[in-house]
């Protein structure tokens, strides 16, 4: 009888007022998947506590009580109790877990404008936690490649925090999340996860359970250690994806300061970071393997217009290079860039930036994918209820032109997290008139003194005009539009103000049917009359 007694006293009691405690005070358990389980549990442990008292009641007044009976009860007992002890302490378990209404993992661009919506719509404190493996609150990425490498005035944090635009594009500091409810937990990576039971589990083995999970993970760079490239382990080879890259870029662009530096692949990031490694007085060689660079989107002649600025500049583009190893020294850092022509370049720093791949491995075989991402709908709903994918990671339907796309580029990941938000809050407020989301392609770039903007579709015939007033002394200025059946159905602009950048933006949104003469005769105001003109119709 002492050993259930000491059970009971000093164990499953101390487990049920903890339990107690924890499931009567704190609101957001109370929606607990277990809920039923342990309210059962705690009426079975009071039930026992009373059968005890009623036993050591009885034990002086009952013959019976008094004969092997009265062992055979206690050990019944002693059992119950050890049962409910070890289902206790797993309900204690579900406890220490963390319990929010909303979870975002990631904590990039696409998570601050997320939890940005969440406030716009009513977000109360301590519905939503952002799970992120870097150790910053959500950022810019952009940046990184750009000014955060400039020699003088460089980019740092708190200036390129994620940004309110709406609100006097103020940044979103650690602190807003603070005052905001929201809870920030840094520098945590989630290694599995189980939608069909909501719940994280990360590094640490700590458990989190949500009630409506967004999906924010983006993408992660291509390495050349993925493809087997030899030596692609040497020390002094970066890539640049999260500020600890660009960190340790930036360290390394010291080390070697004015040296020999080979940037790698032909894309948005490569360009800036050449551009960056040039004017930190690097000797920069630009390698792609296409016939021009910014194969994907540049006509030949945009292209030829961009690399004569570069070369102009002194980097040395290297057209058609497979880069097929690396020759290291005996303190294993770089020292040789091997190509497939069996041309070496020497080099004293590397930076590849050769392509992204979404983060997607945390939920293969649990939602639907297509294309190399989560498939969506038009509200950026997954196959499995109550989660969304965003950004990088989405693959949904472009509206306005009738496929399924995936977009790396932030100003998706932007407008992709607003619009699942919205979507999240309008289901729970039985609203099911919201709109497919309906995205304009748009990316754009900086290179020393050159800005280019794009937006929409770079299909059919395109048409490149440059402005007329562009001299040999102005900064130069021209346009591309994309022709098809008839209508402009994407453009390109180097060198615009930002009233032309959104001219064009609602240019190529109205898809104006138009004559080729006419835009040969407007060229780059075309797009700007255009806007004026539908603004002035509407008001």
């Given amino acids: 009888m002492k050993v259930l007694k000491s059970i009971i006293s000093e164990e499953l009691n101390s487990l049920k007022e903890d339990i107690e405690l924890k499931f009567y005070c704190e609101n957001h358990l109370s929606g607990i998947i277990e809920k039923e389980e342990v309210i059962i549990w705690l009426n079975n442990v009071r039930a026992i506590n009373s059968e005890i008292q009623m036993i050591e009641q009885y034990t002086g007044e009952e013959e019976w009580l008094l004969s092997p009976r009265l062992g055979e009860l206690v050990d019944i007992k002693t059992k119950e109790a050890l049962e409910l002890l070890q289902k206790g302490t797993s309900h204690r378990m579900v406890f220490e877990e963390k319990h929010f ?49 400039f020699p003088n005035e460089a980019a740092r944090l708190p200036s390129f925090y994620v940004c309110d635009e709406d609100y006097k594009k103020k940044r979103l500091l ?4 603070v005052n905001k409810g929201i809870e920030l937990i840094l520098g945590t990576e989630v290694v599995k996860t189980d939608l069909a039971s ?3 589990t990360v590094a640490s083995g700590r458990i989190f359970r949500y009630g409506t999970l967004i999906i924010a993970t983006g993408s992660e760079a291509i390495k050349l250690t993925d493809t087997g490239v030899q030596g692609a382990d040497a020390k ?6 999260e500020i600890i890259d660009a960190d340790e870029l930036v360290k390394g662009m010291k080390r070697k300061y004015k040296g020999k530096a080979v940037v790698i692949g032909g894309g948005v990031i490569s360009l800036e970071v050449a551009a960056a490694m040039r004017i930190n007085g690097f000797d920069v060689s630009l390698l792609y393997r296409k016939p021009w ?8 002649a945009i292209a030829s217009f961009y690399e004569k600025y570069y070369s102009d500049k002194g980097i040395k583009l290297i057209k058609g290079a497979d880069v097929v190893g690396f020759e290291t020294a005996s303190n294993g850092e770089l020292k040789t860039v091997k190509l497939k022509n069996g041309k070496a370049l020497q080099a004293d720093i590397v930076v590849v930036g050769i392509g992204g791949r979404p983060l997607t491995a945390l939920f293969k075989g649990q ?33 306005r032109y009738g496929d399924m796309r995936r977009v790396a580029q932030v100003d998706h990941a932007r407008k992709s997290a607003e619009q699942a938000v919205k979507a999240i809050k309008a289901s729970e407020d039985g609203d099911f008139n919201i709109e497919d ?7 754009n770039s ?5 800005s280019w903007c794009f937006y929409g579709d770079s299909v059919g015939e395109p048409m490149m005009f440059w402005d007329k007033r562009t001299t040999s002394t102005t900064k130069p200025k021209f346009v591309t539009y994309w022709y098809h059946d008839g209508s402009v159905v994407g453009a390109f602009l180097e060198g615009g103000s930002a009233a032309e950048e959104r001219g064009l933006a609602a240019m190529v949104r109205l898809r104006p049917t138009v004559p080729k003469d006419e835009l040969a005769r407007k060229g780059v105001s075309f797009a700007t009359a255009l806007w004026l003109m539908h603004n002035a119709l509407i008001y």
Avoid: C
């Fill in 236 to 241: 002094n080879i970066f890539y640049l994806r």
């Fill in 293 to 300: 660079f910014m194969h994907e989107l540049f006509t030949p």
């Fill in 198 to 200: 909501k719940t994280l």
């Fill in 446 to 450: 900086s290179y020393f003194d050159l």
């Fill in 437 to 443: 989301y309906d995205y304009l392609p748009f990316s």
């Fill in 174 to 177: 650690p602190q807003w999340y």
């Fill in 367 to 399: 939602v639907e994918e297509e294309k190399g991402g989560i498939k969506t709908d038009g509200l950026f709903r997954t196959s499995v209820p109550d989660v969304y994918a965003v950004g990088d990671v989405a693959t949904f339907p472009a509206k």
């Fill in 101 to 149: 209404k909303y979870i975002i993992v990631g904590g990039g661009v696409a998570a601050g404008h997320a939890a940005m919506e969440f406030t716009r719509q009513g977000l109360h404190p301590g519905e939503l936690a952002i799970i992120s493996k870097e150790g910053v609150a959500p950022y810019e990425r952009p940046v990184l490649s750009k000014s955060y490498l």
